[in-house]
């Protein structure tokens, strides 16, 4: 499979979203996290650490061998065009949003642009999710269901957990904390929802 993560919105969890499906797809077959962002996040992480997949620079795809499965990380605020491109070329465009007022408005205009594209092509993710009594990720799930966009059943909850595999260049089911494995939980589900919804 390949799976595109993007949105037009910098800082609202692609490249964790990407390292994350990628450590997913990663047990299911031999995984390649393409690292398209100008920032170099996703490469940085992995030589930080131990990814158990490869990270390689969208410039060096020639050092890509065989692999069952990729994951794009991309920059944010692409152009229009590019954004389209992505999501043909994939499929399945993972568009990552946190729940604020502001995000959710600058996560419409990313989809706006996509409605050319076959239904199924492309799922929302609403990411770092402020934890109960917080309304917020419920609310902006209401108003997207409502207006008919497609959403992950799942949410990524907001987790300490996250920032420091961020530091550590592992997947967050390796770094110590209490809340690790509920952190990996979030991302095994959204995995399991693209995998289970794939074309056989
Ligand atoms: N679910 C989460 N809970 C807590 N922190 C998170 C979560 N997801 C991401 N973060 C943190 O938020 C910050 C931004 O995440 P990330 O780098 O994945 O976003 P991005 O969309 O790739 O940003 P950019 O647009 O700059 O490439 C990072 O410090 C990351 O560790
Ligand atoms: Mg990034």
Same mark, same amino acid.
């Given at each position: 499979m390949i799976i595109t993560v993007a949105s037009f919105k910098g800082g609202v969890?692609?490249?964790t979203t990407?390292?994350?499906?990628?450590?997913?797809?990663?047990?299911?077959?031999k995984t390649v996290l393409i690292d398209g962002d100008l920032n170099r996040s996703a490469l940085d992480w992995a030589q930080r650490g131990k990814a158990p997949f490869q990270v390689i620079d969208e410039t060096d795809l020639d050092q890509m061998g065989e692999v069952?499965?990729?994951v794009i990380d991309t920059? %944010? @605020?692409?152009?229009?065009?590019?954004?389209t491109a992505l999501a043909r070329s994939s499929d399945l465009l993972v568009i990552p949003t946190m729940t604020d007022a502001f995000s959710i408005v600058a996560m419409v205009k990313?989809?706006?642009?996509?409605?050319?594209?076959?239904?199924g092509r492309y799922k929302i993710l609403l990411t770092v999710c402020p934890p109960a009594p917080s309304?917020?990720?419920?609310? %902006? @799930?209401?108003?997207?269901?409502e207006v008919g966009l497609p959403l992950f059943k799942t949410n990524v909850s907001r987790l300490a957990a996250f920032q420091k595999s961020a530091l550590e260049g592992v997947p967050v089911?390796?770094?110590k904390d209490a809340r690790s494995?509920?952190?990996?939980?979030?991302?095994?589900?959204v995995g399991k929802e693209i995998w289970d919804g794939r074309s056989k």
């Open positions: 969890g692609k490249s990407a390292i994350h499906l990628a450590a997913f797809f990663a047990k299911k077959g069952k499965h990729t920059p %944010a @605020r692409p152009s229009d065009a590019d954004l990313t989809v706006n642009v996509l409605t050319s594209l076959p239904k309304k917020e990720a419920e609310k %902006a @799930r209401n108003a997207l269901t089911y390796q770094v494995q509920q952190a990996w939980a979030d991302y095994a589900a």
